[in-house]
């Protein structure tokens, strides 16, 4: 089945200490991305990767990392968590010739505290 | 700067009426627009993908209308069932390059039996 997988899916953590959190695909697409969605703000995006290796900061990046080593993986890091991190985090993938055409994963519920 | 605007915010109907939710945008070169369903805590899932040239698109009791020249869009839900309680996503892509889309902030439609 064709999916964007997320884990995990709930995680309760302290202010300052690091996490990742995963994202798989395995619809071999080229362009996967990180939003946060919080109450009335919709969907904001965090850091986006066109491909291996090339990575690119969206409209909230600040307390966030990412990296692309692997075309199916896009974990999102939080160096140091503060509770304004507290939100829901979805994963997302689309290919080159579908532009718009994502398929989002579950999601994963974060709160710092 | 790209904007898409969503309306009404929110919106309560009975089961079985009709309901339509608009989407306007200034998004440009405009490439293609899709509206999503996004069930409380789940992620977004494609309903409608709609190009320049096309006026009207269906799925189901999902009807999608784009008027190009005045920058609109609708969604109209026929006959309304309870499961269509949810968030409506716009989400915008423009020509070129970018693999940024601007999302709408949605509208929380809640059907009562």
Same mark, same amino acid.
């Given at each position: 089945e064709a999916q964007v997988t997320q884990n995990p899916r709930y995680l309760i953590t302290v202010t300052g200490k690091k996490l990742t959190v995963?994202?798989?695909q395995n619809m071999n697409?080229? &362009?996967?991305?990180? &939003?946060?969605?919080?109450p009335g703000l919709g969907l904001r995006q965090i850091y986006y990767s066109m491909n291996v290796e090339v990575t690119d900061k969206g409209d909230v990046p600040e307390g966030y990392k990412v990296s692309r080593k692997e075309k199916r993986n896009f974990p999102l890091i939080l160096e140091s968590p503060s509770p304004n991190q507290t939100s829901l985090y979805f994963c997302a993938s689309s290919s080159s010739t579908e532009r718009n055409g994502y398929t989002f994963g579950s999601g994963t519920r974060l709160t710092v505290v | 700067k790209n904007q898409v605007e969503q309306s009404p915010q929110s919106l309560i109907i009975l089961e079985g009426k009709n309901c339509t939710l608009q989407?306007?945008?200034t998004v440009s070169p405009f490439s293609n627009l899709r509206w999503y369903k996004q069930d409380t805590g789940r992620?977004?899932?494609?309903? @409608?993908?709609?190009?320049?040239?096309?006026? @009207?698109?269906?799925?189901?009791r999902y009807t999608a209308t784009l008027d190009a020249d005045t920058k609109q869009s609708s969604l109209h839900?026929?006959?309304s069932q309870l499961s269509d309680s949810a968030s409506y996503i716009c989400v915008v892509s423009a020509q070129g390059?970018?693999?940024?889309?601007?999302?709408?902030?949605? @509208?929380?439609?809640?059907?009562h039996p």
């Open positions: 995963t994202c798989s697409h080229e &362009y996967m991305s990180w &939003y946060r969605q919080d | 989407c306007n945008y992620g977004p899932v494609s309903l @409608t993908i709609m190009t320049f040239s096309e006026n @009207t698109k269906s799925n189901g839900i026929t006959a390059g970018s693999y940024i889309p601007t999302f709408g902030r949605g @509208t929380s439609l809640i059907v």
